[in-house]
Structures are given as structure tokens and as C-alpha cells.
């Protein structure tokens, strides 16, 4: 079941704006003719491949390649030597920062090696079987060392070291020694301890979660061509081929105009595509060798090598008056940001008490490094462990006083005017009309079964813009090509058309979508942030009003007539005033075919930098049920209830929304990197790494709630990320209803829950609800 829910500002008549055309790329995907990272190749390419570190913790001694280089067949090896080194400096990369000199050693192993799977050297030959030969010929001495994985003992003072030059930033004063935490971060608002004082009801846990993967379903893949004088072609899979160029180009030392970067279609990346692993090494290959150089990943690699989210423990603290009012809400994380600084503590520790209208709130958060592949963004990243807990406490508060979960969050919903910790103010903003929505649907108030137990909880996002440029090309026919610089990872391309149109009054399908690379549009920042079809949307209206300037300038010189008595209006050109319903009408067909006696080429360009996006806020409502001789909970109904500001193509929004839930629940339930005593990963395959399929799921409703954005021409705000924030919660809070018993620990797998409900019987637990 989906639906709608609009406020009496998003009404609208808007004529393609809220419809659901057919997705531009649809019938390339179905058929397989979409070409996506590996579907490309190019005559005398060599494959590239990588040895990777064995250990999770090593000094490098030694590397000797000359056994391999000696192998017929192989063209190129290269090691931390062919890489310079780069100094600390820290830039943005989607919600997150890296930092260049922590990035050219996770691409390449310097000093040590930091994880199981840490890139040592690579190898270019004529085939993979040679070069996985050469791998093999390839001599590294290591020196083991002692390796950390849990964040809690990485923060010890014995813990292992893993950059013996590592202080602690964001301290007053700095410490004096070394250590595994990188960075503390703190958002406060009001007296947290005077919040503590006024409540009558106090409730203070832990909660600890794992790192889990994104879950895409194409490995990382890569094709690249260096030429003897430099110049530079590189296909990738990437969220941003802009900040490949940017990447790649600052770790070999080259002019980014000599670099050519391609997007393919994605198959698949959820934050996880933001950042460079292969990229710069097939680059750096195809330099040395002066051919073309593929690489991909297999799915072993894509687990051990690259970044999933955070693991985390959450000490989450709430204090409430006994009719509803949260006094005060404190919390302290601990991420772990795996081998190099970065984690989404910062997102974390901001998105925590986000949904909440607080007088007294603090958060604390520590970025905690450990010998796991480097984090990497995973859909809203931080937020859905700091909600998960947050909204776990607040579930618990709303039992401990008597108040109806739902009635408790709308009693302290965040809304226009509050204050959010984290700095801004909120403009208009639909968390209580999502509340609402969740109240009023069918959902809610359905009867339950035996050991069934239903769960609510919400969650916030807060949407990012950025660097945008697009280009709209009138075509002598009257059609139009829309080039875009954003990679559409989740129905960009119908969305920007869907705009395009609206504005220029013709039909979405008279506009042909593109993703331009890097050498044929000014910069774009990437798909991240939930930022594409908001700052996109931006670009194309400006864009498409440039366009219809310029045919209202067309026209005029054509009549003869000064330009403000020539109108646009429905996909025509005409005069107006006395000049009114003299035949005198131009259609884009016509201006297209006279273009180049009124000017010149028809084209709309648009370069800005996107401000205004508006943070999403969604609610979900899960039933569960617990299989008491198994621990097998399944998810057997779920809701999905989210501000959208104006949907653009509902079936894409309802589509984010469903998604996100469904990473959410594999997230709640059985996902997790399972590493054994040595520091080496246990379960490298989808196989043994369970996401949810098909039959894990229910059929997942959606309800879409419109609370236009007033700083977009069309109301738009982010969609993309809120989605995945409120699942872990929700379905902990329906398996407490089923259960009575809370799970602070995150995924809640069948060994885990039936091991807690069995402790639960042995000592007599009056708590435990099931039925047996």
C-alpha cells in the first residue's frame, strides 16, 4: 500500500511534477545493453591485480619484485614507491572527510600494514592468470605486530598503536602521547545537568553495533589509459568522477585537465563508491606499462579491502517528567573509524537527538581507529547507530511513564524554530505530520498474534547541496539533451527531465538524459548527501529558464518586437498584447529549426553551488515476530513514513523508501563482519555475510508526506538517506513488545536472541512474554 499525505502548501497542478513516466535507463538494464564498471575493455588492455597483506597488523621490512617483473607476461608493478607521499589535509568527500595522507596508504601500504587486505603491491600482465602468478613471486617481509579490532579495547592504554603520531584532536589541552582515538567532537545545548535534575524518570544505556557492508551488488571495477604524453582516460564506478579525477590526480602528482574521467552505470553503492581504491593503481600501472590497464575486484576483496560502516558503542542517557517531556537527553559515542581517522562519529553525534525539540542536550562522540579496512560512507552515515540507541531509550522512557510511543515523540517532535543541537535553527519541516501519518494508518492500531510485538521509531537526516553544473541542448527537432555531472545512483536522471519539463511545458520523454564526464561539464561534487536531485533540480530549472529567455529573444528579434510583449507559456512561444492571436507561435520544433538564423545553437547552462537543502524526517512502524525454540525473528509487516518535500517521481521515493528499510533490517537483524583471534575476516561472501532476500522481507508500505522545501523551486528535499535510520530501532522496539526483553546489541541473530531468551527462562525472568 502506498500513499500521499500533502499539506496545504504542497497542493499544486503541476502537469508532470508527481507523476511516474517510464525510467529513462529502464530498458537498457532489463535488456543488459547497460554498460556498467567491468562491461569495459579496450584492445591490448592488461588485467591488474593486487597482493594484499595477510596480517591485520605489520611493519613492511622489505618488498622484492623483481622474481615477478621477470615472469613473461607481466608490464608493470608498482608499490609505495610509485606513489608520493602527501602531507595531512583533510577534504570533503560526500558527507565525510579524508585526509591525503592517511589515503595514499590505504591505496598503497607504506610503513605497516593496518588490516587483513591492505594493498602491498600490484601487478599489470597480458593476462590474470599471469598476474596472479606474479602476485605469488612477489617477496614482502613483514614484521607482525599486535592488532586491535573492538573499539573499546582499541581506546585502552595498552591497546596496540597503530600511528605511534596520532594526538587526540578536538582536546583542551592536547595530550601529550599517542593514542588510537584521533578525535573527540561535542554538541551541546542548554544544562544537561540541571535537564537531569527536573525529571522524575531517568533511563541511561549501552549499545554496541558492528560494521556492516552497504551491500552493493557490482564490485569495485576500473579501466585506465595513461599515453605516452600523459594524457589520461580512467572508466570507473564511482557516486563522483570528479572526485576521482580529484583523487587519483592529486596522489600521482598530475594536472587533473590531462585526466578524462567516465562514470559507468552503478551498480549499486550507497556511500560505499565515494572514495578510491583501484583507481590511482591502475593508473599508475597503465603509466609504466603504456597500455590499458583493467582491474576488478572480486567479492573477497570488495569485503576485506574496502570500507563498510562503523561498529560502535552508544552510552545513550534521557530524562522525562511524568507527563512526556523530555528534560534532557546526553549521549557518548565511540566509532570505530577502521585503519585511518574519519569515521561518522561527527553525522553520528549531530543526528542523535535531531528529532527532538530539546532545551538540554549534549553529545560526545570519538573517532577511534582500528585494524579494519578504512569506513567509508554508508547511507546517512553515523546516524542510524546514534538513532538506533536514542530512539531504543526513548521507546523505553515512553513505557516507563505510560504514554503511547507515538503521542510521546509528538509531545517533543522537533518543529519550525527549534533549535538543533548541532547549530541550525529549523525552517518548516514534517516530522509531526509523519507522526500523524503513523497514528492514523491502518498499521498502528492492527491486532497482533502470539509472540508478535510491534515496534515505532523515527529518524532524521540533514541533506546536503554542493558544486552542480548541467547543461540543457536545444536539438533542431524541438527535442533536448540534458547533460548532468551527478551519477544516478537513484533515479536522478527521470527527476532532472521530470523538472526540465515541468518548466519548459513539454513531455519528460522529449528529453534525453546524460551523464557527462569530466572534461565535457564544469565541476561536479558526487551522488552523496541525498544532495543530487535537490542541487541537480536547482541547476535544471535554472538552466531550463535560460533556455526559454533565449527563446523569448528569438522570437522578439523574429516579430520584430520589444521582448516584453513576447510571453512563454505551456511549451509556446507567443506575442502578447495587441499582438495576441495573430498565429504568431513558436514551438521548441520551430525554434530549433531556425536556430541558427536567430543566433546560434539553443543551450541552457548552469553552474552553482546548491544551498538550502532541507533536512528529511521520517517515522516507521515494524511488526516482528519471535520464534521462541529458534531466536528466527522475521519481519512480517512495516511501514515507511517519510517528508519527502514534493516528490518528484513517487515511484523512485517510494522506491528510496522501501530500500532503505530493507538495508535497515538486515542491519537489525543478521549483518555483521565476523573476525576470528588472527584479525582476519570470517565471512567474505554473500553467503556467509546475510543480507536479507526477497523472502526475508515483507511487502514494505510507503507513505509519502509532502512538506515543501521553501528553498527549492520545487519543494524538494533529500530523500535518499532518512529511510535507513529508524529501521535498527524500530524492529529492536517491536522485539521488545514481542519479547520483554530489550537488545542493547546489535545484529539481533538468531544465536543471539534464543541465547537471551533461554538466560531469560533460566533465571525466571517475569519480563519475558513468549509463549512457548
Not at 689 to 705: G, W
Amino acid at each position: 500500500m502506498q500513499e500521499r499525505v500533502r499539506n496545504a502548501e504542497a497542493a499544486t497542478d503541476l502537469k508532470v511534477i508527481g507523476t511516474r513516466p517510464i525510467r529513462p535507463d529502464g530498458v537498457d538494464k532489463v535488456t543488459g545493453r547497460a554498460r556498467f564498471g567491468a562491461d569495459y575493455n579496450l584492445p591490448g588492455q592488461l588485467i591488474g591485480k593486487v597482493l594484499r597483506s595477510p596480517y591485520p597488523h605489520a611493519r613492511i621490512k622489505r618488498i622484492d619484485t623483481s622474481k615477478a617483473a621477470a615472469l613473461p607476461g607481466v608490464k608493470a608493478i608498482v608499490t609505495r614507491d610509485d606513489f608520493p607521499d602527501q602531507p595531512s589535509e583533510f577534504v570533503p568527500a560526500g558527507e565525510m572527510l579524508i585526509n591525503y595522507r592517511d589515503l595514499v596508504r590505504n591505496i598503497m601500504a607504506r610503513e605497516k600494514v593496518l588490516y587483513e587486505g591492505h594493498a602491498v603491491a600490484a601487478v599489470a600482465a597480458t593476462s590474470a592468470s599471469i598476474a596472479k602468478q606474479a602476485l605469488k613471486l612477489i617477496e614482502v617481509e613483514y614484521e607482525v605486530l599486535p592488532h586491535v579490532l573492538d573499539v573499546d579495547e582499541a581506546m585502552r592504554p595498552d591497546a596496540p598503536l597503530l600511528h605511534e603520531n596520532m594526538i587526540t584532536a578536538g582536546v583542551d589541552p592536547a595530550p601529550n602521547t599517542p593514542s588510537n582515538i584521533a578525535k573527540r567532537v561535542e554538541f551541546k545545548l542548554g544544562d544537561v545537568e540541571k535537564g537531569f535534575a527536573e525529571a522524575d524518570v531517568i533511563i541511561e544505556r549501552e549499545f554496541k553495533t558492528k560494521p556492516v557492508h552497504q551491500g552493493y551488488i557490482e564490485p569495485h571495477a576500473c579501466l585506465a589509459n595513461v599515453s605516452e604524453d600523459g594524457q589520461a582516460e580512467l572508466w570507473v564506478t564511482t557516486q563522483g568522477h570528479w572526485i576521482v579525477r580529484a583523487h587519483c590526480a592529486r596522489l600521482l602528482g598530475w594536472d587533473a585537465s590531462k585526466l578524462r574521467v567516465i562514470a559507468s552505470e552503478i551498480g549499486g553503492g550507497f556511500g560505499g563508491k565515494t572514495v578510491v581504491y583501484l583507481e590511482p593503481v591502475a593508473l599508475a600501472l597503465s603509466a609504466k606499462a603504456k597500455r590499458p590497464v583493467k582491474m576488478v575486484m572480486t567479492r573477497d576483496e570488495v569485503f576485506r579491502a574496502t570500507g563498510p560502516t562503523s561498529g560502535a558503542t552508544v552510552r545513550v542517557k534521557i530524562g522525562a517528567k511524568n507527563d512526556g517531556c523530555i528534560t534532557a537527553g546526553e549521549a557518548e559515542l565511540w566509532y570505530q573509524a577502521g585503519a585511518f581517522q574519519g569515521s561518522p562519529v561527527g553525522p553520528g553525534a549531530m543526528c542523535a537527538f535531531a528529532p527532538y525539540d530539546l532545551e538540554n542536550v549534549k553529545t560526545v562522540g570519538y573517532d577511534v581507529v582500528t585494524n579494519r579496512p578504512k569506513v567509508a560512507a554508508y547511507r546517512a552515515p553515523g546516524a542510524p547507530i546514534s538513532e538506533y540507541a536514542v530512539e531504543s531509550v526513548v521507546d523505553e522512557l515512553a513505557k516507563a511513564i505510560g504514554m503511547d510511543p507515538i503521542d510521546f515523540r509528538l509531545k517533543n517532535a522537533a518543529k519550525e524554530g527549534t533549535k538543533a543541537a548541532y547549530g541550525p535553527k529549523f525552517g518548516p519541516i514534517g516530522l509531526i505530520e509523519t507522526l500523524e501519518a503513523a497514528k492514523a494508518h491502518p498499521h498502528w492500531s492492527a491486532p497482533l498474534g502470539p509472540n508478535q510485538g510491534r515496534g515505532v521509531a523515527s529518524g532524521f537526516w540533514f541533506n546536503v547541496g554542493g558544486e552542480t553544473t548541467v547543461q540543457l541542448q536545444l536539438n533542431e527537432d524541438g527535442t533536448f539533451n540534458l547533460v548532468a555531472g551527478t551519477p544516478d545512483i537513484g533515479g536522478l536522471r527521470a527527476s532532472l527531465c521530470m523538472m526540465a519539463a515541468e518548466e519548459l511545458g513539454i513531455d519528460p520523454s522529449r528529453i534525453r538524459p546524460l551523464i557527462g564526464d569530466t572534461a565535457s561539464l564544469g565541476f561536479n561534487f558526487l551522488t552523496g548527501g541525498s544532495r543530487s536531485t535537490f542541487a541537480g533540480g536547482m541547476a535544471v530549472v535554472e538552466a531550463a529558464r535560460k533556455v526559454i529567455a533565449q527563446a523569448r529573444e528569438r522570437a522578439a528579434k523574429l516579430w520584430e518586437l520589444p521582448l516584453e510583449e513576447v510571453i512563454f507559456e505551456d511549451g509556446l512561444v507567443k506575442p502578447t498584447g495587441e499582438h495576441a492571436g495573430k498565429n504568431l507561435v513558436l514551438s521548441f520544433a520551430d525554434l530549433g529549426r531556425l536556430a541558427g538564423k536567430t543566433g546560434g545553437p539553443i543551450v541552457g547552462n548552469a553552474s552553482l553551488t546548491a544551498h538550502g537543502a532541507a533536512p528529511t524526517f521520517g517515522t516507521h512502524i515494524a511488526d516482528v515476530e519471535v520464534d521462541p525454540e529458534t531466536g528466527k525473528i522475521s519481519v512480517i509487516r512495516y511501514t515507511v513514513i517519510q517528508d519527502a518535500g514534493r516528490a518528484i517521481h513517487p515511484s523512485y521515493v517510494e522506491g528510496q523508501f522501501q530500500g532503505g528499510a530493507a538495508q535497515g533490517i538486515g542491519w537489525a537483524l543478521n549483518e555483521e563482519y565476523i573476525y576470528g583471534e588472527d584479525g582476519r575476516l570470517q565471512n567474505p561472501s554473500f553467503l556467509d555475510y546475510r543480507m536479507p532476500v526477497a523472502s526475508d522481507l515483507p511487502m514494505i508500505d510507503t507513505v509519502i508526506v509532502e512538506v515543501p522545501n521553501p528553498r527549492h523551486p520545487y519543494g524538494v528535499r533529500g530523500v535518499g538517506e532518512t529511510p535507513i535510520v529508524p529501521p535498527l530501532a524500530a524492529i529492536a522496539n517491536a522485539v521488545e513488545d514481542a519479547t520483554g526483553l530489550r537488545f542493547t546489541e546489535l545484529p539481533m541473530s538468531p544465536p543471539r536472541v534464543l541465547a537471551a531468551i533461554e538466560a531469560a527462562r533460566a533465571r525466571g525472568d517475569k519480563r519475558l512474554k513468549l509463549k512457548f
